[in-house]
């Protein structure tokens, strides 16, 4: 079985750093693209960044030149550097990712973590 874990969340102070990890655990293939969302009180589910196992990245126009997206490609995990941090950055950030089990076969699967919460404030 697969899941997908995150840590890092917590309380940062406006103009703070904060690192968010997601550690895909299980029996896993291989790992097409990890991502994080995020989601505010009273908000929809919102893209932040993605990262494909080849490197490629893309990111959200809200977070462009704050956020950086990695992945670990032997540890099946992904990191999410966040810089600058803003009040409108507190949401509960989720781990994404399309990946495929061991033995399973077709096309990648999707994934969710269950989310780690960031509370940008002074």
């Known amino acids: 079985q697969v899941q997908l874990v995150e840590s890092g969340g917590g309380l940062v102070q406006p103009g703070g750093s904060l690192r968010l990890s997601c550690a895909a655990h299980g029996s896993i293939f291989t790992i097409a693209s990890m991502a994080w969302y995020r989601q505010a009180p009273g908000n929809r589910r919102e893209f932040v960044a993605q990262?494909?196992?080849?490197?490629?990245?893309n990111y959200a126009d809200s977070v462009q030149g704050r956020v950086t997206i990695a992945i670990d490609n032997g540890r099946n995990t992904a990191y999410l550097h966040m810089n600058s941090l803003k009040p409108d950055d507190t949401a509960v950030y989720y781990c994404?990712?399309?990946?495929?089990?061991?033995?399973?076969?077709?096309?990648?699967?999707?994934?969710w973590g269950k989310g780690t919460l960031v509370t940008v404030s002074a």
């Open positions: 994404n990712s399309f990946l495929l089990p061991i033995g399973a076969a077709g096309a990648p699967m999707e994934y």
């Open positions: 990262i494909t196992h080849g490197g490629y990245t």
